[in-house]
Every structure is written in C-alpha cells, then in structure tokens.
C-alpha cells in the first residue's frame, strides 16, 4: 500500500494540486439539481387577463348641434377687437349669415368624418329645444347600445348656466331659451360622448356629473321601493357610460387672439396636425427655421392618411406620440377605456392631449371626464417640436425646387431608445416609454424587423412584460403579419407568439379563426428552420390543439400529427417533448385524430420515446401514450387490442428512476382504467379476495408482546429469489406476520375495542408506529392492504407476472398500480391509491354492499388484537396511543398532518425505556387523500358520503408546467453562469471552502497520524445508529437509525435536525451518501426494500424535503432484522450471523464526476443508474449466489469492486459487455465481506476485510492478495480512511481498534470519556471523515462518538 508521499504528484503541470481540486469543484456535474427537481410540477398562476376588450364599441351616430347666430354676438362677453374669428377654419363674416352658418356646418361634418367616415352624421344648425331633442331621440333610437356623440358649439349664445343649462334659441330668434342638461341626458341616453366648445364650459361637467348621480339614487330608491311614485315613472337612463370633452375651466373664457380660431377646441379635436403646425409658427422658436410661413404651412405636401408623404408622416408621429404620452400617463385600465375600445373616442382623446397643451399656452384648460392626469409638460412633447422642426425646415426646398422628402429619424430613434432600455435597464423598473411607438413601427415595412425582434426581446423578459404589450395592444398587429410569407419574418413571430400563448392560451381561438395555426404548420414541417423555433412552433400548435375541438380539427386537417411524428426523433430534446406532448393532445377525446394516429402507428412511434434519456421527453411520451389509450371514443376489438399493446409498454416504465415519468404513467393507466371499469372491478375483487385469505393470527397468538413477530425465529427465508423460489404459502406467511390485517373492508365502524392491555400497546405500538394506517371510511383499500396485495400475490417483482391465474393484461396493470401505491415518491403513491381506491370501491359497491358494511363485527370480535383500528387513529394523531384516549379517539378528531410529510416541529428528545425510538409516533405514515369531517353517516349516508377519487381528468401538470418554459426568459443567462449573482459568490465560497478543508486536512494527514482516541464528541442519538455519514466539507454528520436521519454539528455538539425517512415499517436505511457535497448538498438513504430516497433543505432552518426517490432495485424482500424492542443479545446475534440472514440490505457507491450511482445488495446484479438520465444504464451481473455487502467504484478507470456475503470478493470493468465484465474474482476470504474498498489512485489497491478479520491487498491485475494483515474477530464493522491509511474495526465485543498502514493498532477504544469510563456498546457503524482524521462510532445502546488525532496534529 502507498503512502501519502506518492499521492502528491498532480497530473498537471504548473498547477498546485490545490489549485487543481479546486478547479475540479467547477467542473463536477451536480446532481438532481434540474428544474424538475427544485420546483413545483405545476403550471404558472394564470394572469388575470385585462388586455380583451370586452366591450369593443363604435361612435355610430353624431350630432352636431351649433349655435352661432352668426352676426349678433351674446350679451354676456364683451369680445376684443380685433378677435378669434374662424369657425371650422372658416370666416363666417366674408359670407352672408345663412350660408356661412351652412358652411361651417358641413365643414365640421368633414372635419369629423376623417376619424369616423362610417358613422350617421346630423347637423342642427341654430336650434330650438325640440329640434334638439328630436335629433338626439332619434339618434339613440337608431344607434341601439352603441355610443352617439354631441358636439355644442355656443359660440353664439350665452355661457352656461349654474343651474345645469345651455342655450339655444326660440322660434324666430329673437330668444335665447335654456336647455337643461338633464333634459339632454334623458335624450342622449348611455353610452355617449359630449364635446361642448364654449366658455366656462367646466360648469356643465360638473352639472352633469350632479344629475347623473341623482339619477343613479333614482334608480335605487326605485329598485328598493317600487311603491314609490318615482318607480311609476319611466326609468332614466344610467349615465355611467359618458365621456365629456369640455373646452375650458367652469371659470374660464375662450381665448380671443385674432391668430388663432375662435373654436380652438374644436380645431384641436378634428384637424389636429393643422393647428400643432400653426401654433408651432407662432412661438418663439419657429424663428429658428428660417423661410417657413403660415402660408407655406397650408402648402404642406400629401394626404394624412399616406404615411410616405410629409404631412402623412407627421400624421403618423403624432399619433404614435400622443398614445405613447397616454400610454405612459394614464391607469392601464382608463387607458383601455378611453384608447383602444372606439377608434372615434380614441383619436378625440390622442387630440385632446394637444388640445391641452395648446389651449394652457393662452391660459385655458380643457377639462374632460374622466379626468384625465396633466400630460402637457410630457417629455414626449420635444421629441413632436423636433419632428416638426424636421419637416418644416425642409418645406421651403421641397416647394420651391421639388426636391425629395427625407423621412424623419423619429421612429428609428425611439426604437434605439427601446434598445438601450432593453440593454440597459435593471430588472425592476417602469416599463419602457416607446412600447406602443414600436406597435406604430409594426406597420412600416422599413422598421418591421427590428421592431419585431426587440419586440421579442421585451416579451422575453417575463409574463408580465406580455402583459404590458397585449394592454397596449399589440395582438391585432402581431395576428394579421401571420399573413405575411416572408421568411426572415419566421423566427420572430414563431418566438413572439410562443411568448404570448405561454402566458395567455385564450388566444388559440384567434389564431384558427384568422387561419394563423397554419402559418406554424408550415414552419413546423420546414426541414431548414432550426430546432428551436419549430420547437416553439409546435409548442404553439399544442396550445392551439388544447381542449380545443375546432382547433383539433383545423390541425387535424392541416396534417399535424404526420408533421409531429417525422420529428420524433429530433436531437433537440425539447422538440421532441413537445412533439410527444402536441400529440398527447391533439387525440386527447378527439377520435378522429386517434385513428389518423394508428394508421401512422403513432403509438408504435412514440414507443423509442420511453427510454428516452431526458426524464421530461419520457414524459411527454407517457403522456401521449396516455391520451391515446384515454380516449372516450366507442372501442371495437382493434381499439382494445392496441389499448392492451400501450399499456403493456407503458407498464415497463413502473421502475423509471424519475418520480416525474412515474407520476404521468400513474395518470396514463388511469385512463385505462376509467375506459376498461368493469374489467378491472372484476380483477379488484379477485384480489381483494384472494388477499382477504390470508388474515392475521387470531389473539392468542399475539397476545404476548414477544410473539409479535413470529418469522423471527423461524428459519429466515432465503431473499435471493431467483435462485430459489419459495413456495407462495411460505412467503404469504412472512407477509401476514409482518403486515397488519386488513381491515376487512368495513366501511363504518360504530365504537371500538374495548380495552387494551399495557402489554399490546407496546408490542402494537412498536410494529406499527411509524405506518399508521387511514380510517377505513377514507379508504377501502388501506396503505398496508395493498401493500399486502403486492407481497402476496406477485411476489413484488414483475418478472413473476405471467402464468398467475387469471392473468389477463387487467390483472397485469392492476398488479403495476399495487407496485406505483407502494412507491417511495409520496405523490406518485397518492396517485395510484387515488385510482386503486376508485376501483376498490365501486367494485365492492357493485358487487356486495351488504357483507362490506356487516364485517364491522369482524374487528369487534377481537377486542384485544393489537392491530384493531383503535390503535391506528392514534398514530394518524400523532401522539402514543394512551388507554383513557382509545374512545375519543374514534370520532376523528384528532388532528392529522398531511401525508407523510414530518411535522414542522421536530420530535422532542427524550429517550424512552425498553429501546423504543421515540420518534415513530411523530411520523404518521398516514396516507389521506380527503378529510372527511366527524359527520360520517351511518350505513345508508355511505353512498353519497363517499367521493369518486378518480375522473377522467386525473393529470399531473406536467404540460403546464413545460409550458413555463416559454413564458420564462430564455435569452437571459441562467444566475449560476452569472459572474455576480448570489448564486454564484455562494458557490465561489463553498468551493474555497472546500479547498481550506482539503489544504488543512492533508497537512495533518501527511504528518502521519499515531493515535486516534481524542473523543471530540458524543450525543445520544434519538434512535440506533445503523449508518452514519460525515459530510466532506461543513461539520454536519448524518446518523440513520431503521427510518429516520438525525443530523448532528459535531464541532458544536448540537443536534440539527431529526426527520423520518418515509420507509415502510418493514424496512430500514441501510446506506446514505452526500450527493453534491462539494456544492448545494444532498443526502440519498438507500432501503433494504431497494428504494432510494434523495432530500434537501436539512440540517438547516427550512423543513427537509424529498427531491426524489425511486425503486432502486426491483427485487429485494426486505427481511426482518432488528426490530426496536428486541434485546441486545439478539441483534448482536444478528450481526453474527449475517451470511445465514442473507441480509445485506441495500448498498450503494457514488461517483461525483459521472453522476453515476452503484446499487446493489440482495440481488444478483450491481445496477448502475445514472442520476442525470434518472434511468438504469447497465445491469452488472455478479454471477455467484450470494448478496452484495459493499461497493466502491473508480470512476477514473470504470472500475467497480464488491464484496459478498460468501467471501468473494468481485471486480468488474463497466466498459465492458455482461458476459466478459467480470475481470477478476478473489476467493480468499472463508466468510462475509465486511468492507471492500477500491482506492481511487491510478494504481490503487483493492482492501477487503471479512468478519473474521483478515485484511487483504489486491492488485486488481494480479489474481493473488499482495498484502494479509489479521485484525480482531468478530468484525462488525469497519471503514477505511481514504486519505490517511487508516482503517478502523468495530467489533461486536464492545472495542474499536484502528489500524495503520502497516497493520499495528494505533488506538483501541473502549470507554468512552466522561460518562463515569462508561463501557462502549457493540458496535452498529463507524465510519471516518472524507478529509480530516475523525472517526465516527455508533453503537446499540444508542450513543454516537466521534474519535479524532491528538489535538496538537489537528
């Protein structure tokens, strides 16, 4: 054997070897650290949808009621002179009254048919009250619910009045006569929009808010009282819907400079590009753009509605100007209101804002309601001058010499802008300015591409950013480019519409009414798109095809599903998921769809997906497979025949190593079982009678606390069952002695047992604590009966399925069903009881209601059994059970936690007498799936009171939760890549860390260590140590008694942590290991049932959580070992007499740098799994008849060594075939292998030590041991020291004894320190520190000490 010195030579040059290791910690994959495995497997909260406008509206009527009385000015204003002449941009004096008055009328029609040209235009020119009110009667008669617009001009007339009136004029003019506004309100009705161009004309807002309110009271007292004399009255009309535009402040006066026209307002509203462009002129500024006059202005080139030409392009800035000024100042829900419901209303308000900045210019302020915040002063304002400025500086050259007319800069710009905030900006600010400027940029062809792409980029930031550009309205824009064939196009939308349908699936309705499913048909069938965006195509289509029949059929048509099975076998992971999952649905109670897929043979297609290596596309695959079979459509023989064909695939999957595949196959079978009832309600009762066969001994037998457990005295049945088959019989009796009775199916339970004796409880407390079972009113089928099932009849393992009786493919899944309840991953377990109940209870429903419910005097016969049902609610409880409460307990009060998850305190710690854990009553292993209050009713409420567990619609959310995908950002770089996140500096310090324990620990180990018995801890452990592991590199060890892990800090000596491990009570841990040590740690607890549990989040503040777990081996019968309760003498027997018990349980090895796990125990085969694929990658067979009592494994030379229970100890190379993997077998050792180590030099020897104590060398390529050194006998257990030399043996006769390399013991301990020299224990475990030289020993008598070097070396 080396010594340290040879070990420092580092392979690279230049490199410390700490530097090296260091760098190594980077490059270590970590394992189950995936999406899948930290989050929630759930779809996103859905956003409350506020974009849809619900209530889209038209302006479809307009009356335009002036009243000039041109020539004769009102008394009340004394006007300047000269004064504000134009009406509609025209002078009324340089015409006669009449047809001034005519013009102007028809002048304002034009003016209003720009923005509405559809709607019924009706001019009342000088009117009296009942033309008024004629017009806008039949005005509302005509428009229906739509909205009617009232435009007053009382230039003409008096100002309005504080009582609520305007004036119009009698007959023959020669009055002016008052019209209420109340009176109007009546005619106008709801919705409406008002414009009233007049001075003080704030009074009439607020006369006509005051009337709308008394109107709203009206309609109340009414409503309350319909007695009351104002319910005999036609209801008015509520006034909620109305908009009003008013020019000025109820004190205000109209502006009067002759410059500018007397209705300014006006002009504002309907010729806004006019009126900015003049305005512009008269300030100040204009002077800076020389040559440009009001005459010139007129002359402006083009038409508004032409966006190439100048005056259509400053049309066009405008309007992207004022909407983004609205955008930006407005409440989101005001600006849908006003903005985006009724194209008039819209571009009335987009005028308004000018209308405000121009009028506040000469001392006026238009008021509107709803109010509308102060948007004058907006930044946004420059950037119009600008562009004005622009355009006007180049009129004189445009006019005068013809030449051409450059575009402004400004869209450009504002899309630079966009960039910079995109680039930029942090993660929580306000949303950027130009969003709806690059709507505006949408339709020009110039800027289309790079206003989609930043537009991707925005909405890649996170749902809420999808949010914002639906409100701003950007889905009609985005909807109609679908039109659109150009392909560089292609990628953009394909990325913008996944966004949009990942956070807002509503709009697959949209999409097949517009046709726009096959614009990403095509790009899903186009070979030369790369993988990602047909992925998100056919992520697009998936949503399209979602519980949507219409979009079933369009997609149907489109020929989807060939599409969708040609790209299979894609190398891009997520396209194939999502193939799998556009599948699932597109058949999902679609028929149609389903024969078009068995013509493809889809489902034999979809087959090479479930031994796919990404967990997630096995998923997807299940989940196809799954709605395939699901499908409600009537089934002929060929239907049934394919059914029996997918699930006896999918039924392969029953030990996949991700709970996420298992959870999905749970939902597939499902299906299945919801289409095949009646078949399976026969199988239920089969077994349900088969299992009822093997009942628990009458009382006499288990009256004695020690004859709880029977078997343990019989000769223990050999557990490598596929070398000798034991007679069913045999195995039934294991089963039955081990497990519970069932409960034999009574569904009420009326009073209890009467009494216990003190000598029950302890035995019933101790068999079955830590698995209390359900009442009987939650579930037919208890935990444990099935469980019972299982054992019984298949023997656990699927391989022993064919030739039972009745063996049809029913029989066969509810066989894998009874495996999945039995599953170590909580949730998939739920799941499969969910559906074996459902079963269970209408097959007995069905069948026999009457003997279900007598057979509650079946429990009451045995009044002293320990595992009637009294005991049982008391551990679902969670407290020991007591005598006194056996009554009360009955009526279900008891407070249950949920479903074997610990409580959230932790068990207190006190040691119980008689070598009880005290923890097993803290952890009810309780499964419920529904809790059913006290008012269980009696045997005729049984049927209603009992729920169906399962529907049609059982699924996991796997798709939502893929779907979540693409409303995250993907173009962001993950946090762990980021240089300065936390997540990163965190890393950056475990792995110093790391490199200061590797640093300090070798330099006490390269001294050489001479003693070992410096005790540096001790602590009773809450139950007896069976393994215990040292982290690598914090202070925390992890110490596992039968099924749970305690965590004690062994620098503090305070215990961290205590929680159960969720192994059925039959089983106990039989290893752990650190996964990740070197980074976000992970504990993996290995069963003798084969089960492995992975958990996170212990040992510190949070409550530990299971990350996953999953059958490791399929085959092993757990034996019974070591109960709590049985005498010391007895265990150490059992320790003795390990190679008769056949009992290795579970071991395992873990290589870090392949993220490969070694499993094996009692079973012929070391099966390798590989934890990144979360599936098994090769069965190594050991080829002798014996179990497997240790691992190790280099992964730098694929080498993997075992040791056995008959001496042999096994090396293999992994590289290699089944046959020729064997490289050699060493025969040396007469009995049980204790420990086989392979050290992970690039010659590193083999050590073995068996029990009799011999320490052997092997040179793996040498057939003979180099090296033999005899330690004591008796050896327990042992471990050695990978870095020191060093290795420690434990023995049952109460000693430890370390050893160096050359054989001489070093240490031997006895005592431990303080404790009055308290004599140790026999020995249960040891094991040494990764680094440091410390020792850990746990021993029966519960006690956990850790031994290290004299304290001058450390």
């Known amino acids: 054997m080396k010594m340290d010195s040879d070990l420092l030579q580092s392979p690279a040059v230049g490199l410390t070897e700490e530097e090296e290791a260091d760098m190594n910690d980077w490059k270590l994959p970590l394992a189950f650290m995936k999406k899948r495995h930290s989050e929630k497997i759930e779809g996103s909260k859905a956003l409350a949808q506020s974009w849809r406008m619900k209530d889209r509206m038209k302006t479809v009527s307009v009356a335009l009621v002036l009243c000039l009385n041109v020539g004769v000015d009102p008394p009340d204003v004394v006007k300047t002179s000269p004064c504000a002449r134009l009406e509609c941009w025209i002078d009324p004096l340089s015409m006669s009254p009449q047809k001034a008055l005519e013009t102007i009328g028809a002048n304002l029609q034009k003016q209003y048919e720009n923005w509405q040209p559809r709607a019924r235009y009706k001019q009342s020119l000088d ?37 609520g009136e305007i004036w119009v004029f009698n007959k023959n003019y020669t009055q002016y006569i008052p019209l209420s506004i109340y009176d109007l309100q009546t005619w106008m009705g709801s919705p409406s929009i008002f414009v009233y161009d007049c001075s003080n004309a704030g009074i009439i807002v607020k006369s006509f808010k005051q009337f709308a309110l008394q109107r709203e009271q009206e309609l109340e007292v009414a409503a309350i009282n319909p007695s009351h004399p104002l319910a005999q009255m036609p209801l008015p009309p509520s006034m909620k819907n109305c908009i009003q535009l008013a020019a000025c402040e109820a004190s205000e006066l109209l502006p009067m400079n002759p410059d500018l026209p007397a209705d300014l307002f006006t002009s504002c509203l309907t010729t806004p590009i006019k009126i900015a462009l003049r305005w512009f002129c008269m300030q100040k500024s204009a002077k800076l753009v020389p040559g440009v006059t009001l005459d010139l202005i007129e002359k ?15 049309n066009w800035i405008f309007t992207a100007i004022t909407d983004t000024i609205a955008w930006n100042v407005l409440p989101r829900d005001l600006f849908q209101k006003l903005f985006r419901q009724d194209l008039l209303v819209a571009s009335l308000f987009r005028n308004f804002l000018l209308a405000e900045r121009i009028m506040r210019s000469y001392n006026c302020t238009p008021v509107s309601s709803p109010r509308l915040p102060p948007t004058y002063m907006h930044a946004m304002w420059q950037a119009w001058d600008l562009a004005v400025d622009i355009c006007l500086s180049q009129l004189p050259t445009i006019i005068e010499e013809g030449t051409a007319f450059r575009h402004s800069p400004f869209f450009a710009e504002q899309l630079t802008a966009f960039q910079v ?17 690059v709507l505006q940029v949408l339709l020009s062809q110039v800027h289309r591409l790079r206003a989609l792409d930043l537009l991707g980029r925005f909405l890649d930031l996170g749902p809420w950013a999808v949010s914002l550009a639906l409100s701003v309205g950007i889905f009609p824009y985005v909807l109609k480019l679908l039109q659109s064939s150009a392909r560089e196009l292609r990628p953009l939308l394909v990325f913008i519409w996944a966004k949009i349908l990942a956070v807002d ?15 990403f048909l095509s790009v899903l069938a186009d070979s030369y798109m790369p993988a990602e965006h047909r992925t998100m195509a056919v992520f697009i289509l998936a949503v399209i095809v979602n519980s949507y029949t219409t979009g079933q059929e369009a997609c149907l048509q489109g020929n989807l599903i060939a599409n969708c099975l040609e790209q299979l076998s894609d190398p891009h992971p997520l396209l194939r998921q999502w193939v799998a999952i556009c599948l699932g649905r597109i058949w999902q109670n679609f028929d149609p769809a389903r024969w078009c897929g068995v013509r493809d043979s889809a489902h034999e297609k979809l087959y090479t997906l479930l031994t796919d290596p990404i967990p997630e596309v096995r998923c997807a695959a299940v989940f196809a497979l799954g709605t395939f079979v699901g499908n409600s459509g009537e089934r002929t023989d060929h239907s049934t025949t394919i059914d029996h064909n997918v699930v006896m695939m999918l039924a392969q999957l029953i030990n996949d190593g991700s709970p996420v595949v298992r959870k999905e196959l749970v939902v597939a079978l499902s299906h299945l079982v919801v289409q095949y009832e009646s078949n399976f309600c026969t199988v239920a009762l089969q077994f349900i009678e088969e299992e009822k066969n093997y009942t628990v001994p009458s009382p006499a037998n288990t009256a004695e606390p020690g004859n709880l457990t029977p078997v ?110 039995a599953d170590p991953f909580p949730e998939v377990s739920d799941l499969a009881m969910k559906v074996l109940n459902s079963i269970a209870y209408k097959a007995t429903m069905n069948a026999r209601p009457q003997r279900i419910l007598d057979s509650g ?26 005598p006194s409460t056996s009554s009360s307990s009955l009526t279900n009060e008891v407070p249950k936690p949920p479903a074997r998850e610990p409580p959230a305190t932790r068990p207190p710690y006190t040691p119980t007498p008689g070598g009880q854990a005290p923890h097993s009553h803290q952890f009810p292993r309780t499964r419920k799936m529904f809790e059913k209050g006290p008012e269980q009713g009696g045997e005729d409420g049984d049927e209603p009171c009992h729920r169906n567990y399962i529907s049609a619609s059982l699924q996991t959310g796997l798709c939502d939760w893929s779907a979540k995908y693409f409303a995250q950002p993907v173009m962001k770089i993950p946090e762990e890549h980021d240089q300065e996140s936390q997540v990163r500096m965190e890393r950056q310090w475990r792995f110093l860390r790391n490199t200061r324990v590797r640093r300090q620990s070798r330099n006490i180990t390269q001294k050489g260590v001479s003693r070992l018995d410096d005790q540096i801890f001790i602590n009773r452990n809450p139950g007896v140590p069976s393994v215990v592991k040292f982290h690598p590199f914090n202070t925390c060890i992890a110490v596992a008694d039968k099924d749970s892990i305690c965590f004690w800090d062994w620098e503090k000596g305070e215990r961290l942590d205590y929680f159960y491990n969720g192994n059925p009570r039959y089983t106990r841990i039989t290893a752990m290991e650190y996964l990740n040590g070197h980074d976000c740690s992970l504990l993996l607890t290995a069963t003798d049932d084969g089960a492995l549990r992975v958990w996170k989040n212990f040992a510190d503040q949070k409550n530990p959580e299971m990350v996953t777990a999953w059958q490791g081996l399929s085959d092993m019968l757990p034996t019974t070992r070591g109960q709590p309760g049985t005498s010391l003498a007895r265990r150490v027997s059992i320790y003795l007499d390990r190679s008769k018990q056949g009992g290795a349980g579970m071991v395992v090895d873990w290589e870090q740098d392949t993220g490969l796990l070694m499993t094996s125990g009692d079973v012929r085969v070391v099966r390798i799994w590989d934890t990144d694929r979360e599936m098994k990658v090769q069965d190594i067979p050991t080829g002798a008849d014996s179990c497997v009592t240790s691992l190790s494994c280099d992964s730098q030379r694929s080498l993997v060594v075992a040791g056995l229970g008959d001496g042999s100890v096994r090396l293999f190379d992994r590289r290699m075939g089944p046959n020729d993997c064997r490289v050699m077998t060493y025969r040396e050792h007469g009995a049980w292998v204790v420990k086989a180590h392979l050290q992970k030099e690039t010659d590193g020897h083999i050590i073995s030590v068996s029990v009799n104590g011999d320490v052997r060398f092997f040179e793996p390529r040498s057939p003979d041991s180099v090296n033999v050194l005899q330690t004591v006998k008796g050896l327990t257990a042992l471990d050695i020291h990978p870095q020191a030399n060093l290795f420690a043996c434990g023995s049952m006769n109460q000693f430890i004894a370390v050893y160096n390399a050359n054989g001489d013991v070093i240490s031997n301990i006895k005592y431990y320190d303080g404790f009055m020299g308290q004599r140790i224990g026999a020995i249960s475990c040891l094991a040494f520190h990764p680094h440091w030289p410390h020792l850990a020993v746990g021993s029966n008598d519960y006690y956990m000490s850790i031994y290290s070097a004299e304290k001058r070396l450390r």
């Open 127 to 163: 009117p009296t009250v009942d033309e008024v009110k004629k017009l806008c009667t039949s005005l509302r008669r005509n428009a229906k619910e739509e909205r009617v617009l009232f435009h007053y001009n009382g230039h003409g007339v008096p100002r309005p009045t504080v009582n």
């Open 505 to 519: 699936s509503s709009c697959q309705a949209d999409l097949v009414k517009d046709n726009g499913h096959k614009y």
């Open 712 to 821: 343990r005295d019989s000769p223990a049945i050999p557990r490598l069952r596929s070398v000798t088959p034991t007679p069913t019989s045999e195995l039934a009796t294991t089963a039955r002695n081990l497990n519970k009775s069932l409960q034999n199916l009574n569904l009420n339970e009326e009073g209890g047992p009467a009494a216990f004796s003190p000598g029950n409880l302890s035995t019933s407390s101790s068999a079955s604590s830590t698995l209390g079972s359900p009442d009987n009113d939650e579930y037919i089928l208890s935990f444990e009966t099935i469980d019972k099932m299982r054992r019984v009849s298949s023997y656990s393992s699927l391989n022993s399925l064919i030739g039972v009786s009745f063996n049809s493919v029913y029989t066969q899944i509810w066989r894998v069903l009874l495996h999945l309840a």
């Open 421 to 437: 905030w995109l680039t930029m900006g942090v993660e929580n600010r306000n949303p950027p300015e130009q969003l709806p400027i």
């Open 300 to 314: 402006i080139p083009g038409r508004l509605n032409d966006r190439r030409t100048p005056l259509g392009e400053l």
């Open 857 to 882: 005097s079946l429990t009451q016969s045995a009044p002293a059994s320990p595992t009637s049902k009294g005991t049982h609610i008391h551990q679902a409880g969670g407290s020991p059970p007591m």
